[in-house]
Nanobody, 124 residues
Framework: QVQLVESGGELVQAGGSLRLSCAASGRTFSSYAMGWFRQAPGKEREFVAGINWSGSNTFYADSVKGRFTISRDNAKNTVYLQMNSLKPEDTAVYYC?????????????????WGQGTQVTVSS
């Protein structure tokens, strides 16, 4: 059974930075791509960033490109999301997820395991 546990979400002022972490259980972490999604109240869950199995390829939503960076440490079974220049519209619950494949996918249907989420609130 795979478990994903996010941490690092908190209240931050606009322009600030946060780093989210997602720790995964199991011995197959390095065999799958990972992704970060977010869901704001009343909105659908949306793709934020993805990283392939080795960390050599990343992909970002246009809304976060240039501000967010996804990375992974396969030795620690952990994926990170560094968020800089945060805006109030980044406020959401952030979820990490494990893909079914080794390559980055941008749709929720491409992911089979999800964490419980961590709240990020950006004040103006």
């Amino acid at each position: 059974q795979v478990q994903l546990v996010e941490s690092g979400g908190e209240l931050v002022q606009a322009g600030g930075s946060l780093r989210l972490s997602c720790a995964a259980s199991g011995r197959t972490f390095s065999s799958y791509a990972m992704g970060w999604f977010r869901q704001a109240p009343g909105k659908e869950r949306e793709f934020v960033a993805g990283i392939n199995w080795s960390g050599s390829n990343t992909f970002y939503a246009d809304s976060v490109k240039g501000r967010f960076t996804i990375s992974r440490d396969n030795a620690k079974n952990t994926v990170y999301l560094q968020m800089n220049s945060l805006k109030p519209e980044d406020t959401a619950v952030y979820y990490c997820a494990r893909a079914f494949t080794i390559v980055v996918v941008t749709t929720t249907g491409g992911y089979g395991y999800w964490g419980q989420g961590t709240q990020v609130t950006v004040s103006s």
